[in-house]
């Protein structure tokens, strides 16, 4: 794989002013705010979540991507010395407020790079980490997609997806991507009424217009507007006639080409499936965030899951290798795929001893019940694993070759069809696993 792809851990640094973590996602530096303003700082778990959104949108194996295009648009971000700026809850919940001239290090850091809004780790009015699954995703995949658009796009395609003025006015920005914004004006597919207080003409505002149709013209394209926009509706801002390919190809047509032709040969459609994964409702999804290196990143707080907030916790995703750490670590089965050889992940360094745990999602499993107690046993002969097979333990470890099985059809031969269970993960090294290794994410 290009150098182009490689990732960092989340780590801690003091060259950002009050952003104190960072990490490294294809050149482009996310940022979390440190205790300022009167806020907690970013988790580590949820700058791994934000991680992993670019990672979706910017996979390197997803179909219809042109490879050449893609490197071009990330090294836009480098080039452009691009930082995604994360917080906790909103921008005039920080007080004194962040660009008050009162925080130490937040001019020097924003004038040495360029950035377009935050990403914000959602909270309920009372403080708490309750938003539902599908505001979060649109939190993040809004902001991530103002930051590709401003930056990585007009570098793959510098005269189609323009944004810059030759005279410092809006009127003067040409190009396909100010036409289609035009278009879709004029034919009542998008309004930008909503932006007029901040008219004055300028190129600064007319790109502000821009990423925020392109946001709307994405989320429509992808049919994402009704799944995870809260109220289901954009509207007025983008309307609810055009939440189609058809629909926006009839009246907004360069749009529709400019989606089609550009953005979607650099920016993948994210799979819903890890979408829902790691944004449940509560802040209950685990990122998965996987460094180029292997590591996760370090410890996760306000998951809401069963996890241990002093514990690493690594996500399988299907035939990962999931490599513990020193100290206690959470591996967690969250992610519905066919149980098989081929899918299963690898554990590797499983110490019951440091407190390490299986963590497992009902999801995973229509033979699943969150209000039940998991069932386990385990066995070290190939006939005592034939005889648990047949009996209606959830779980059973067959400890000769560290394979651990969900069996999905309780007491019937074998495990269950492909969707019910059958291989879940083998631990590497053949550890010792007892049942209260395991347990539900809550």
Same mark, same amino acid.
């Given at each position: 794989?290009?150098?182009?792809?490689?990732?960092?851990?989340?780590?801690?640094?003091?060259?950002?002013?009050?952003?104190?973590?960072?990490?490294?996602?294809?050149?482009?530096?996310?940022?979390?705010?440190?205790?300022?303003?009167?806020?907690?700082?970013?988790?580590?778990?949820?700058?791994?979540?934000?991680?992993?959104?670019?990672?979706?949108?910017?996979?390197?194996?997803?179909?219809?991507?042109?490879?050449?295009?893609?490197?071009?648009?990330?090294?836009?971000?480098?080039?452009?010395?691009?930082?995604?700026?994360?917080?906790?809850?909103?921008?005039?919940?920080?007080?004194?407020?962040?660009?008050?001239?009162?925080?130490?290090?937040?001019?020097?850091?924003?004038?040495?790079?360029?950035?377009?809004?935050?990403?914000?780790?959602?909270?309920?009015?009372?403080?708490?980490?309750?938003?539902?699954?599908?505001?979060?995703?649109?939190?993040?995949?809004?902001?991530?997609?103002?930051?590709?658009?401003?930056?990585?796009?007009?570098?793959?395609?510098?005269?189609?997806?323009?944004? *810059? /003025?030759? @005279?410092?006015?809006?009127?003067? +920005? #040409? &190009?396909?991507?100010? $036409?289609? !914004?035009?278009?879709?004006?004029?034919?009542?597919?998008?309004?930008?009424?909503?932006?007029?207080?901040?008219?004055?003409?300028?190129?600064?505002?007319?790109?502000?217009?821009?990423?925020?149709?392109?946001?709307?013209?994405?989320?429509?394209?992808?049919?994402?507007?009704?799944?995870?926009?809260?109220?289901?509706?954009?509207?007025?801002?983008?309307?609810?006639?055009?939440?189609?390919?058809?629909?926006?190809?009839?009246?907004?047509?360069?749009?529709?080409?400019?989606?089609?032709?550009?953005?979607?040969?650099?920016?993948?459609?994210?799979?819903?499936?890890?979408?829902?994964?790691?944004?449940?409702?509560?802040?209950?999804?685990?990122?998965?965030?996987?460094?180029?290196?292997?590591?996760?990143?370090?410890?996760?707080?306000?998951?809401? *899951? /069963?996890? @241990?907030?002093?514990?690493?916790? +690594? #996500? &399988?995703?299907?035939? $990962?290798? !999931?490599?513990?750490?020193?100290?206690?670590?959470?591996?967690?089965?969250?992610?519905?795929?066919?149980?098989?050889?081929?899918?299963?992940?690898?554990?590797?360094?499983?110490?019951?001893?440091?407190?390490?745990?299986?963590?497992?999602?009902?999801?995973?499993?229509?033979?699943?019940?969150?209000?039940?107690?998991?069932?386990?046993?385990?066995?070290?002969?190939?006939?005592?694993?034939?005889?648990?097979?047949?009996?209606?333990?959830?779980?059973?470890?067959?400890?000769?070759?560290?394979?651990?099985?969900?069996?999905?059809?309780?007491?019937?031969?074998?495990?269950?069809?492909?969707?019910?269970?059958?291989?879940?993960?083998?631990?590497?090294?053949?550890?010792?696993?007892?049942?209260?290794?395991?347990?539900?994410?809550?």
């Amino acid at each position: 794989m290009s150098s182009a792809y490689k990732t960092s851990a989340v780590e801690n640094t003091s060259k950002y002013g009050p952003f104190t973590k960072m990490v490294d996602v294809y050149g482009l530096k996310i940022l979390g705010l440190g205790n300022v303003g009167g806020q907690p700082q970013v988790s580590t778990e949820f700058l791994n979540k934000t991680a992993e959104t670019f990672k979706l949108l910017l996979d390197p194996n997803a179909a219809g991507i042109n490879k050449k295009s893609r490197e071009k648009a990330l090294k836009g971000l480098t080039s452009y010395n691009v930082i995604q700026r994360v917080g906790v809850g909103e921008y005039h919940e920080y007080s004194p407020i962040l660009d008050s001239g009162k925080i130490s290090g937040w001019d020097e850091v924003n004038d040495k790079h360029h950035q377009t809004d935050f990403i914000w780790h959602l909270r309920s009015n009372g403080g708490t980490y309750t938003p539902s699954g599908t505001r979060q995703i649109t939190e993040n995949l809004e902001h991530a997609l103002h930051t590709i658009t401003q930056f990585a796009l007009p570098a793959a395609f510098p005269k189609e997806m323009n944004i *810059s /003025s030759k @005279n410092g006015k809006a009127s003067g +920005i #040409s &190009g396909d991507l100010y $036409k289609a !914004l035009r278009e879709a004006i004029a034919n009542g597919v998008y309004d930008d009424s909503d932006y007029s207080h901040i008219d004055d003409g300028s190129d600064d505002y007319a790109q502000a217009v821009l990423r925020e149709y392109l946001f709307c013209l994405t989320y429509a394209e992808w049919g994402f507007t009704k799944k995870y926009v809260e109220g289901k509706s954009l509207a007025p801002e983008w309307s609810d006639a055009h939440l189609t390919p058809a629909a926006i190809k009839r009246d907004n047509p360069i749009g529709h080409r400019i989606f089609e032709d550009y953005l979607s040969k650099v920016i993948s459609k994210p799979s819903e499936a890890r979408l829902q994964s790691i944004f449940k409702d509560g802040d209950r999804g685990v990122s998965g965030y996987q460094s180029s290196s292997g590591s996760s990143g370090g410890s996760t707080t306000n998951t809401g *899951s /069963s996890a @241990n907030s002093s514990s690493d916790v +690594i #996500s &399988g995703q299907g035939r $990962k290798k !999931l490599n513990g750490k020193a100290g206690a670590t959470d591996f967690i089965f969250e992610t519905r795929e066919a149980f098989s050889k081929k899918n299963a992940d690898q554990v590797l360094g499983f110490k019951g001893s440091e407190s390490d745990r299986i963590l497992i999602d009902p999801i995973i499993s229509n033979s699943l019940t969150a209000n039940s107690k998991l069932s386990f046993a385990s066995t070290k002969s190939k006939k005592g694993l034939k005889q648990l097979a047949l009996k209606d333990y959830d779980l059973i470890y067959f400890e000769k070759k560290g394979q651990l099985f969900l069996n999905g059809n309780g007491t019937g031969k074998g495990y269950g069809d492909s969707d019910e269970g059958g291989l879940l993960a083998i631990l590497k090294g053949k550890p010792s696993l007892k049942a209260t290794d395991i347990a539900f994410v809550d």
